[in-house]
């Protein structure tokens, strides 16, 4: 069975830092497309970074470019989002997930499994 598990999320003031992960078991995700999505009530997932099966190839929505990075570890079966200069507006709900397949992918509903999310919160 498919699971994808993040961590790393939790409460941080304005300016602070935080890193996610994603720990995925019940298939190599060596050749599949990852990405990270956030949601706050009320609105539909958004994607926040997209990396493809090699790393080669990244997507940042322009509200966290400069200041997220996604990365993978496909030895580990591990993607990554370092996120630094946070920002209250960047308080959602983050979860990861994975597409079969090459390229990245920026759409929620092209994607295939999805963790359970965890929770950003970014104090003023």
């Known amino acids: 069975q498919v699971q994808l598990v993040e961590s790393g999320g939790g409460l941080v003031q304005a300016g602070g830092s935080l890193r996610l992960s994603c720990a995925a078991s019940g298939r190599t995700f060596s050749s599949d497309a990852m990405g990270w999505f956030r949601q706050t009530p009320g609105t539909e997932r958004e994607c926040v970074a997209a990396?493809?099966?090699?790393?080669?190839?990244?997507y940042y929505a322009d509200s966290v470019k400069g200041r997220f990075t996604i990365s993978r570890d496909n030895a580990k079966n591990t993607m990554y989002l370092q996120m630094n200069s946070l920002k209250p507006e960047d308080t959602a709900v983050y979860s990861c997930?994975?597409?079969?397949?090459?390229?990245?992918?920026?759409?929620?509903?092209?994607?295939?499994?999805w963790g359970q999310g965890t929770q950003v919160t970014v104090s003023s």
């Open positions: 990396i493809s099966w090699s790393g080669g190839a990244t």
């Open positions: 997930a994975v597409r079969k397949g090459s390229g990245y992918y920026t759409r929620a509903t092209l994607y295939d499994y």
